[in-house]
């Protein structure tokens, strides 16, 4: 079965970094748009950033624009969100998602979903 398995969130402050790894099995991750997506307490999923097949396009919420790097390493099957200048406003729990049609920012387009990792970031 598919699965994607996030790691390296954690505890940072503010205006620290974090890289976050999504590795993807049970699928051929090189046919997958992927996503990144983020939920804190009491708010909605809200779309982070996507990235195409091949990596030559990517998507970027209007709030990580410039501080956060979407990639991915088809050998590897890992998608990863480099997270620079944290923001307490960024702390939530992130999910990668698998799309097979494309890097929208629409929860209800991706098909498959990880379980999340948390960061909190601290002032």
């Known amino acids: 079965q598919v699965q994607l398995v996030e790691s390296g969130g954690g505890s940072v402050q503010a205006g620290g970094s974090l890289r976050l790894s999504c590795a993807a099995s049970g699928l051929t991750f090189s046919h997958y748009a992927m996503g990144w997506f983020r939920q804190a307490p009491g708010k909605e999923r809200e779309f982070v950033a996507a990235?195409?097949?091949?990596?030559?396009?990517?998507n970027y919420a209007d709030s990580v624009k410039g501080r956060f790097t979407v990639s991915r390493d088809n050998a590897k099957n890992t998608v990863y969100l480099q997270m620079n200048s944290l923001k307490p406003e960024d702390a939530a729990n992130y999910y990668c998602a698998a799309d097979l049609e494309g890097t929208g920012s629409s929860s209800r387009n991706y098909d498959f979903w990880g379980q999340g990792t948390q960061v909190t970031v601290s002032s």
């Open positions: 990235i195409a097949v091949s990596g030559g396009y990517t």
